[in-house]
């Protein structure tokens, strides 16, 4: 662990010296580049130093920075309280840049966060419409779905939804390809319900499409799925090395034990990130175009709907009923499609409604603070 109080303060003058913007970059390997050092360079000149969180616990923080005195990236322990009571949103999440102060007392902190290039996002389970980072920074979302039981269909068109919202690239991962027979016909299925997604099928167990996997992972990889369709295994043989503890041999049926319990970053051999996520076993979405993304297929179809705002029903000239109509397009897609799109909806005006009490809470803040003062209170 990396102890700021022990460190000279000499050692660190070096840092005032040190460039990110010079070749090679220290934390490149993490994803670290010229852009991000230059939209950093104002927190460099107050001191700071960039850092990817790799794992986050309650008010802590595991990260990799570029060590001072070797340059070389190393893991160090930060407290996150300075930055960990903005909202759930706002709060630090595996796969940000963070922005650290060395020197903070009692340790050193993440006194910031960079903007964030993606994030998968999900509304967290309950009645609640708070959303929850999953992973941030992330170029490939890598949605993991096991061939040893029947695919969920609905579900993984969900996680495409989800992860076609966070803005990265999503990717389907067949895996335990080495248990079932007809993993090509459960592959041609998947496909047809995940419209410009390239659906892998993979064993780790026997190596079966590992390579391919591995070519589809430079940048940052985020894992998603079901707990037990082995995300953690995947992250392993990725990896290279057992960085995650994975579910000892059960059977199929029992339910409700989640092997990783913390979002967590590990390095690839070849190249790039991956992040290996608990289980999902809710994936409420949190509102956004990902929806009609996952669903282009049917968004194309009502592109040729004789009405511009045509509502699929009952309007003549509808293609998507004439799609339904001819079986083209299946009516549990279309059901899928509806349900999904209504839930957008519910997040979208609880969202609205948050937003608008927020407002009258500032409102009535600032009234009641000019009434006590005396003043004027214009409406
Ligand atoms: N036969 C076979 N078994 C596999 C394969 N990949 C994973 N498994 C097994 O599936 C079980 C679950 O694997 P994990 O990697 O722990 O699953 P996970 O998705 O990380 O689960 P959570 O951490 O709970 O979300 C383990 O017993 C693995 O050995 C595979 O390719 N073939
Ligand atoms: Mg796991
Ligand atoms: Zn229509």
Redesign the pocket.
């Known amino acids: 662990m990396f102890n700021a109080a022990s460190v000279s303060s000499s050692s660190f003058s070096s840092l005032s010296s040190f460039s990110f913007g010079d070749s090679p970059l220290p934390l490149s390997g993490y994803g670290w580049t010229a852009e991000l050092a230059e939209q950093f360079a104002p927190l460099a000149e107050a001191g700071l130093v960039p850092a990817r969180i790799v794992r986050v616990d309650r008010g802590q923080c595991d990260a990799v920075l570029a060590d001072p005195e070797t340059g070389e990236p190393r893991t160090v322990r930060l407290d996150t309280r300075p930055v960990g009571d903005a909202d759930m949103i706002n709060c630090p999440c595996t796969g940000d840049w963070a922005a650290v102060d060395l020197y903070a007392q009692p340790m050193a902190a993440v006194v910031a966060l960079l903007p964030r290039s993606t994030a998968i996002i999900r509304k967290v389970a309950g009645k609640r419409s708070d959303g929850q980072v999953l992973a941030a920074n992330v170029d490939t979302v890598l949605i993991?779905a096991?061939l040893?039981a029947d695919p969920d269909l609905g579900r993984i068109e969900r996680f495409l939804a989800l992860a076609w919202e966070s803005g990265a690239e999503p990717l389907v991962v067949l895996?335990?390809?080495?248990?079932v027979d007809d993993a090509e016909f459960i592959r041609a299925d998947v496909e047809a319900i995940a419209p410009g997604v390239t659906v892998l099928v993979?064993?780790?167990?026997?190596d079966e499409g590992m390579d391919v996997l591995r070519a589809c992972t430079p940048g940052t990889t985020a894992?998603i799925?079901?707990?037990?369709?082995?995300?953690?295994?995947?992250?392993?043989a990725l990896a290279g090395v057992e960085a995650?503890?994975?579910?000892?041999?059960?059977s199929v049926d029992q339910k409700g034990?989640?092997?990783?319990?913390t979002r967590e970053l590990v390095l690839l051999p070849g190249g790039g990130v991956l992040i290996?996520?608990?289980?999902?076993r809710e994936v409420g979405l949190y509102g956004g175009e990902g929806v009609d993304l996952a669903f282009a297929d049917i968004a194309e179809l009502a592109e040729d709907c004789r009405f511009h705002d045509c509502g699929h029903h009952t309007e003549p000239g509808c293609a998507v009923q004439a799609a339904l109509a001819d079986g083209t397009l299946p009516q549990r897609r279309m059901d899928s499609y509806l349900k999904l799109q209504r839930e957008n909806e519910w997040i979208a005006s609880r969202s609205d409604a948050r937003v608008a009490k927020a407002r009258l809470n500032k409102w009535k803040a600032i009234t009641k603070s000019m009434r006590a003062a005396g003043g004027p209170v214009k409406r």
């Not at 895996?175 to 248990?179: E, G, I, R, S, V």
């Not at 993979?202 to 026997?206: D, I």
């Open positions: 993991a096991s040893a895996t335990k390809a080495d248990l993979v064993s780790a167990e026997t894992v799925g079901q707990s037990g369709v082995g995300k953690s295994t995947l992250t392993n995650m503890a994975v579910q000892e041999a059960r034990r989640h092997t990783t319990t290996d996520t608990p289980g999902l």
